[in-house]
């Protein structure tokens, strides 16, 4: 009988003959009755995707260890025709899984079809969490892999799986609403399932109800943000209440103490029920609007002095020559003077755009209504360029509201139209803001997927760029539009990160309302869902201001302990 010779793997392609005793007949040729040579066969195999080290063939009984990158192996040699053969993985490589295809047969010639594919084993990458309980949270891995994570889970594995020796790098790409997860251990090398990335998450705010409303002679159901005075406190207006049920103006203090500094009295000869906040006039004295009362019935401007003593400015008349019934608030311009915006009257019907002097001399200088303008003006701001800018929350060229630029001689141009739908906003109730980087920023009650509302960017150049559609984030869907907010009634501010700040009335994970933050890339985040008094009351209107602390300020019209609306509060903790 000849014995084979079994062959031991080097580097790629070369070949070192070493013998493992088989069942065959010989070892490398011999001779055979007469001295006659018997015909001999050798066997080898092909490696595809051995790219670590530690593989062991064996070969009818015998091992062959395989170097690591090799691309060729000599098995045996020296078979005898008709002898039978078998070759079978001993021991997997490091992190790979290989087979044998063809790996068995019997010896008839030269045996070379033997292949051997090696595969990269996979892993999962994974870990614990703790402390979620909001929904939101998207973890990523290497910037591609990205999945949600829901408020209940206390241990994640991401959706792909990754081969052995790649790196992973797990980073949070969405935060959950209202809270804030940090990881640890998130990144490494894959050499077995890994179940060691730890994702920590805590409440990103805290917030506190200042002051219930009553509705009773402390005022109730505020419409407006606030303001804070040079003092440290916090000065606004309700639109109902006070000592005549015509609303108030109040001040309040970092410790939720509140006082009435005024209570409209309405009639020919005050205001009442003012829907605007307040400002703060380089003469120390406060200016606002009233929505009724006054000589006519149709809103009034007025002075407040710091000890409470109030003034009447203008009355509004109404009809072609005057405007009525002013919504918001007015600004103090550059030169002094006072100007705002009244959602009626005026030569078109439409609304107007005034000025009035600190004596209370009032000039109309833009009618709103005409042909291709806007109707029913909101805010303004003097933007850097010394002109004024707002929005109106009806006309324009497609019906759904401008936002429109007004020259300090009155004349006006139509920067943008909006154009509602799914793809745009529709109807802004705020006017806009000038950020640091010069564009103007705002919201829309409606427009969007859900005709819930928008966040915009407006260049000055009149180039409209939506960063957000509410009722699409990944709430529960409660109430109107979704777990991020619906329908934006007040405008934005940039806070001292740079990002924007503002209330929802609707939406949220109850349908009373947010608080939002939203980046200048457009990544929003709500701050707070509200809905009950613990939550610092329900159905905000009125904006938010950041206050000297770093904490954000605000009122709801509904809410609190006497259902007449809150001052909230609310402060970053991250």
Same mark, same amino acid.
């Given at each position: 009988?000849?014995?084979?010779?079994?062959?031991?793997?080097?580097?790629?392609?070369?070949?070192?003959?070493?013998?493992?005793?088989?069942?065959?007949?010989?070892?490398?040729?011999?001779?055979?009755?007469?001295?006659?040579?018997?015909?001999?066969?050798?066997?080898?195999?092909?490696?595809?995707?051995?790219? +670590?080290?530690?593989?062991?063939?064996?070969?009818?009984?015998?091992?062959?260890?395989?170097?690591?990158?090799?691309?060729?192996?000599?098995?045996?040699?020296?078979?005898?025709?008709?002898?039978?053969?078998?070759?079978?993985?001993?021991?997997?490589?490091?992190?790979?899984?290989?087979?044998?295809?063809?790996?068995?047969?019997?010896?008839?010639?030269?045996?070379?079809?033997?292949?051997?594919?090696?595969?990269?084993?996979?892993?999962?990458?994974?870990?614990?969490?703790?402390?979620?309980?909001?929904?939101?949270?998207?973890?990523?891995?290497?910037?591609?892999?990205?999945?949600?994570?829901?408020?209940?889970?206390?241990?994640?594995?991401?959706?792909?799986?990754?081969?052995?020796?790649?790196?992973?790098?797990?980073?949070?790409?969405?935060?959950?609403?209202?809270?804030?997860?940090?990881?640890?251990?998130?990144?490494?090398?894959?050499?077995?399932?890994?179940?060691? !990335?730890?994702?920590?998450?805590?409440?990103?705010?805290?917030?506190?109800?200042?002051?219930?409303?009553?509705?009773?002679?402390?005022?109730?159901?505020?419409?407006?943000?606030?303001?804070?005075?040079?003092?440290?406190?916090?000065?606004?207006?309700?639109?109902?209440?006070?000592?005549?049920?015509?609303?108030?103006?109040?001040?309040? +203090?970092?410790?939720?103490?509140?006082?009435?500094?005024?209570?409209?009295?309405?009639?020919?000869?005050?205001?009442?029920?003012?829907?605007?906040?307040?400002?703060?006039?380089?003469?120390? *004295?406060?200016?606002?609007?009233?929505?009724?009362?006054?000589?006519?019935?149709?809103?009034?401007?007025?002075?407040?002095?710091?000890?409470?003593?109030?003034?009447?400015?203008?009355?509004?008349?109404?009809?072609?020559?005057?405007?009525?019934?002013?919504?918001?608030?007015?600004?103090?311009?550059?030169?002094?003077?006072?100007?705002?915006?009244?959602? *009626?009257?005026?030569?078109?019907?439409?609304?107007?755009?005034?000025? !009035?002097?600190?004596?209370?001399?009032?000039?109309?200088?833009?009618?709103?209504?005409?042909?291709?303008?806007?109707?029913?003006?909101?805010?303004?701001?003097?933007?850097?360029?010394?002109?004024?800018?707002?929005? +109106?929350?009806?006309?324009?060229?497609?019906?759904?509201?401008?936002?429109?630029?007004?020259?300090?001689?009155?004349?006006?141009?139509?920067?943008?139209?909006?154009?509602?739908?799914?793809?745009?906003?529709?109807?802004?109730?705020?006017? !806009?803001?000038?950020?640091?980087?010069? *564009? /103007?920023?705002?919201?829309?009650?409606?427009?969007?997927?859900?005709?819930?509302?928008?966040?915009?960017?407006?260049?000055?150049?009149?180039?409209?760029?939506?960063?957000? /559609?509410?009722?699409?984030?990944?709430?529960?869907?409660?109430?109107?539009?979704?777990?991020?907010?619906? *329908?934006?009634?007040?405008?934005?501010?940039?806070?001292?990160?740079?990002?924007?700040?503002?209330?929802?009335?609707?939406?949220?994970?109850?349908?009373?309302?947010?608080? /939002?933050?939203?980046?200048?890339?457009?990544?929003?985040?709500?701050?707070?869902?509200?809905?009950?008094?613990?939550?610092?009351?329900?159905?905000?209107?009125?904006?938010?201001?950041?206050?000297?602390?770093?904490?954000?300020?605000?009122?709801?019209?509904?809410?609190?302990?006497?259902?007449?609306?809150?001052?909230?509060?609310? !402060?970053?903790?991250?």
């Amino acid at each position: 009988m000849r014995r084979s010779k079994v062959a031991k793997v080097t580097e790629p392609r070369v070949i070192v003959v070493c013998c493992a005793t088989l069942a065959l007949s010989g070892c490398g040729g011999g001779s055979s009755g007469g001295g006659a040579h018997a015909q001999t066969f050798s066997l080898s195999g092909t490696l595809t995707g051995y790219s +670590t080290s530690g593989l062991v063939l064996v070969v009818d009984g015998s091992n062959v260890p395989v170097s690591s990158g090799a691309m060729n192996v000599t098995l045996a040699s020296g078979l005898d025709a008709g002898t039978a053969y078998s070759v079978s993985v001993a021991t997997q490589p490091t992190g790979e899984t290989c087979t044998v295809r063809n790996g068995s047969g019997v010896a008839t010639a030269d045996v070379s079809d033997i292949s051997i594919p090696c595969t990269l084993n996979s892993y999962s990458i994974g870990g614990s969490i703790a402390g979620l309980t909001k929904n939101g949270l998207v973890l990523m891995d290497n910037g591609i892999d990205a999945t949600a994570i829901s408020s209940d889970d206390t241990g994640f594995t991401m959706s792909e799986r990754l081969p052995y020796g790649s790196n992973y790098a797990i980073t949070v790409q969405t935060q959950p609403e209202q809270e804030t997860c940090r990881l640890s251990n998130g990144s490494g090398t894959v050499s077995a399932n890994v179940t060691s !990335v730890t994702a920590s998450c805590s409440p990103s705010y805290a917030t506190s109800v200042l002051y219930s409303f009553t509705g009773g002679s402390d005022g109730g159901r505020p419409q407006a943000g606030l303001i804070q005075g040079k003092d440290g406190n916090f000065y606004g207006t309700t639109n109902i209440g006070g000592a005549h049920s015509d609303g108030t103006v109040f001040e309040l +203090t970092s410790g939720g103490v509140e006082t009435v500094l005024y209570s409209f009295a309405g009639g020919s000869s005050d205001g009442a029920n003012p829907y605007a906040g307040l400002i703060l006039a380089n003469d120390g *004295n406060l200016y606002g609007t009233t929505y009724a009362g006054g000589t006519n019935g149709l809103g009034t401007v007025f002075k407040l002095v710091p000890g409470g003593s109030e003034t009447i400015i203008h009355s509004f008349a109404g009809g072609s020559g005057d405007g009525e019934k002013p919504g918001a608030a007015v600004i103090q311009a550059s030169d002094g003077n006072f100007y705002g915006t009244t959602a *009626n009257g005026g030569a078109d019907m439409g609304g107007t755009m005034f000025e !009035v002097t600190p004596s209370g001399v009032e000039t109309v200088l833009h009618s709103f209504g005409g042909s291709g303008d806007g109707v029913a003006p909101t805010g303004l701001i003097q933007g850097s360029d010394g002109n004024f800018y707002g929005t +109106t929350y009806s006309g324009g060229e497609n019906g759904f509201g401008t936002v429109f630029e007004v020259a300090p001689g009155g004349v006006e141009t139509v920067l943008y139209s909006f154009a509602g739908g799914n793809g745009d906003g529709a109807h802004p109730v705020a006017g !806009v803001i000038q950020a640091s980087d010069g *564009n /103007f920023y705002g919201t829309t009650k409606d427009g969007g997927p859900r005709q819930s509302g928008s966040v915009f960017k407006l260049t000055p150049t009149g180039t409209e760029t939506v960063l957000y /559609f509410f009722g699409t984030g990944s709430g529960n869907g409660k109430g109107v539009g979704d777990g991020d907010g619906a *329908n934006p009634y007040a405008g934005l501010i940039q806070g001292g990160d740079g990002n924007f700040y503002g209330t929802t009335e609707w939406g949220g994970a109850g349908g009373n309302g947010t608080a /939002f933050q939203i980046t200048p890339e457009g990544i929003e985040k709500v701050m707070l869902d509200f809905g009950t008094p613990a939550q610092a009351g329900s159905l905000p209107l009125g904006g938010l201001i950041q206050g000297s602390d770093g904490g954000f300020y605000g009122t709801t019209q509904l809410g609190g302990a006497g259902n007449a609306g809150t001052l909230f509060k609310i !402060v970053p903790l991250q």
